[in-house]
């Protein structure tokens, strides 16, 4: 917790300087590009913002560096996508042999009530399973003082128990959702590392429940502003409760600070009809990053590098639900 | 020329403040901890990321990729760059620049020339007619709360004996359900997944045999033979699919995208709406209808769009044409002029004239949702 931090130790952030007119070119040429390519550049365009926007990122003078390439997120689309065209070829294959060839159209009924009931929970399954491969993907290719990062464990389980816990949140009408949300994330956190050194997430109990509560009966009211300040306090509270060694995070954001740069953003938005979104992405990175603190003496850090190998395909299950551009 | 920069041996995360030494094969680094110095040839170096600003550039071994020296020094940079071959990279985007290109033809060509005519006509052909049937009770529920059905018990009986004919005459492997929705400024009729059609009161209205109608209705029954409307359905969700793809997600670019869309969709549209004339012909023909109620229909219908296009510039034509989601009536017409053939069996009236008048009537009696 922060009250255990103390005081006399070195707070660093991450500072963030990018350049608004290279990000600019690098978002128009990437536009450009995936439009003339129906797409497919896309892969390439998002590894080289990412590589642009992380390798701006400094922490004690030394750059973050950002190692994807194009070509590893685009076998991991072609992969998923194979496996999803193969699924669909199966079901519709058997569709096909149930309905013409066998006969039997209440066995294709029996498998439609069974695909309907599973559909939802697949999909947050797949959604969790992706989110997990593609922060792996993402930390294994991202260094500083030239140590990977990682994440193990397994993104199966992680699908899984995240499945399990949305349909809790969604039985216990929200009251369970703060709990949810910390258990996924300190199993996030526990499960990433520097080099060798674990990141770890512990806590006895927390105090969310109140102001989840309180927010989400206020979420309709308010059209779900109220949340926000759930949200900075979750986050606060697992950033107090992270450590790595013996340094230690705070997150200093208030909500305030927040509703002020949604609206800020939706309006730059609104006004330049999309096109300030450089001028937005920059905006919340740098405003993220300037209250991430870090506490404690980096220089002790001794890590050393990796065990587990940089991963060579990348994003599949995230790519085909939906993009986050870091 | 020795230099200072930062080192990273890779294995731990300890930063060597380091002499370099460049000579004519590799560059001496100096002040590794323990090491007194390790060598790296040119040909075992590339570069990471060029120096920007005032950013440094990043130089890494290939032999042990985790290596990374930078160099602030713009000119000390360049100069080792000049050393380290380039040849791989620039092959290495060359190759990636061929394979888009090549990607970005076979793409185009497939989605222009092939793609939207088969691949969801395949499809449509693979679904099960339970969940055609299903959609299409999805959408009748939607539009039956949105129009007054007419019920007319002896109306309905005729309609349906018309559409037995015509359906019998071509050669549907599944029964057609007809229903009549009250709404007489549309002069107009629709197909809809689960083989159903519905006509809106205004095309019995300004019809003035049955033959006009029966025109319009072989030509719905087109589209249910091919089963277009779900065709279509797949076609649109493919089209959406595909333009998630190409934006990833950035707004402005998914909206550019779905607009162009459209036109492949209206071009697409319109091959159906000749395809279901071509069936309809066949169908006149062979129930000894004859198209020449089929021809009144549109001709009726063009006097109503000339009238309608009248203020308009001639050269509006043209792009009504392009912008439509059906063919130009005036080609529609010539078209079922060129195709249709000598009925070769004689011309026969099927609705006795009580019947077209219990037709004529049908929206006399109706319910409401």
């Known amino acids: 917790m922060s009250s255990s931090v103390n005081d006399s130790l070195p707070i660093q952030k991450i500072q963030h300087d990018p350049q608004l007119g290279q990000l600019y070119k690098i978002c128009f040429v990437n536009i450009l590009f995936s439009i003339f390519t129906l797409g497919i550049h896309r892969f390439w365009g998002i590894t080289r913002l990412r590589k642009y926007l992380v390798r701006c990122s400094m922490l004690q003078n030394d750059r973050f560096e950002y190692t994807g390439k194009g070509i590893e997120l685009f076998r991991g689309f072609v992969k998923v996508m194979g496996v999803f065209m193969a699924l669909w070829g199966l079901y519709f294959g058997v569709g096909y042999l149930i309905q013409h060839v066998l006969n039997m159209p209440f066995l294709m009924k029996i498998i439609d009530v069974v695909l309907a009931i599973a559909y939802v929970p697949t999909l947050f399954f797949l959604i969790y399973t992706g989110a997990y491969g593609a922060l792996r993907y993402r930390l294994t290719k991202t260094r500083w003082r030239g140590i990977r990062f990682n994440l193990s464990g397994s993104a199966f389980s992680f699908g899984l128990f995240a499945m399990k816990r949305v349909f809790l ?158 | 020329m020795n230099k200072t920069a930062k080192f990273y041996d890779g294995k731990s995360s300890i930063s060597f403040s380091v002499q370099i030494n460049p000579d004519i094969h590799g560059i001496f680094v100096k002040g590794l901890g323990s090491k007194t110095s390790e060598y790296y040839q040119y040909s075992d170096l590339k570069i990471i990321e060029l120096p920007v600003n005032s950013l440094p550039g990043v130089i890494a071994s290939i032999a042990n990729s985790d290596v990374r ?105 599944v029964p057609v359900t007809i229903k009549v929705f009250d709404d007489d400024s549309t002069n107009n009729a629709f197909a809809m997944s689960g083989n159903q059609i519905f006509v809106f009161s205004g095309l019995i209205k300004n019809s003035d045999d049955y033959d006009e109608l029966a025109g319009v209705l072989a030509h719905e029954i087109g589209h249910v033979l091919k089963r277009h409307p779900t065709e279509r359905m797949i076609h649109g969700l493919g089209l959406s699919f595909l333009i998630k793809m190409i934006s990833g997600g950035i707004g402005q670019l998914d909206s550019l995208l779905t607009t162009s869309s459209l036109f492949l969709t209206l071009h697409y549209s319109r091959a159906h709406e000749t395809e279901a004339d071509d069936v309809a012909i066949q169908i006149l023909t062979k129930t000894g209808i004859g198209t020449k109620g089929f021809l009144t229909f549109f001709d009726k219908l063009e006097a109503e769009q000339t009238e309608k296009l009248k203020k308009f510039h001639k050269a509006s034509k043209k792009l009504e044409g392009f912008l439509s989601t059906h063919p130009l009536t005036e080609d529609r017409i010539n078209h079922i002029k060129n195709q249709s053939v000598k009925p070769n069996v004689p011309r026969k009236r099927i609705l006795t004239k009580v019947e077209w008048a219990q037709i004529k009537a049908m929206c006399q009696t109706k319910i409401s949702s």
């Open chain 1, 169 to 326: 949140n969604i039985i216990s009408l929200g009251i369970l959702i703060p709990t949810s949300a910390l258990k996924k994330e300190s199993l996030l956190i526990n499960n990433m590392s520097y080099g060798s050194l674990k990141f770890s997430m512990n806590y006895p109990t927390h105090h969310l429940n109140k102001v989840n509560i309180v927010t989400l009966l206020l979420a309709i009211p308010t059209l779900t502003f109220s949340r926000i300040w759930y949200h900075v306090a979750l986050r606060k509270f697992i950033y107090e409760n992270i450590q790595l060694q013996n340094i230690r995070f705070r997150f200093t954001m208030t909500p305030g600070c927040q509703i002020l740069l949604d609206i800020k953003a939706f309006l730059l938005l609104m006004i330049t009809v999309g096109l300030g979104y450089p001028i937005v992405l920059q905006m919340y990175i740098k405003t993220f990053l300037d209250n991430v603190e870090i506490i404690g003496d980096l220089d002790s850090l001794k890590a050393l590098q990796s065990q587990q190998p940089e991963l060579t395909t990348g994003e599949g299950l995230e790519g085909v639900f939906g993009e986050s551009l870091i």
């Open chain 2, 69 to 173: 020296l930078l160099i602030e020094d713009p000119s000390l940079f360049s100069m080792i760059q000049s050393k380290i071959k380039m040849k791989s990279s620039k092959f290495s985007s060359l190759w990636i620049s061929g394979m888009l290109l090549a990607m970005t033809t076979f793409i185009c060509l497939i989605l222009l020339y092939k793609l939207p005519y088969n691949y969801s006509h395949l499809i449509a052909e693979a679904i099960p007619q339970s969940w055609e049937d299903k959609f299409g009770e999805y959408g009748a529920k939607v539009l039956t709360t949105d129009y007054v059905t007419c019920t007319n018990d002896l109306g309905q009986k005729a309609l349906e004996k018309l559409v037995r004919d015509l359906v019998n005459a071509g050669e549907v492997p």
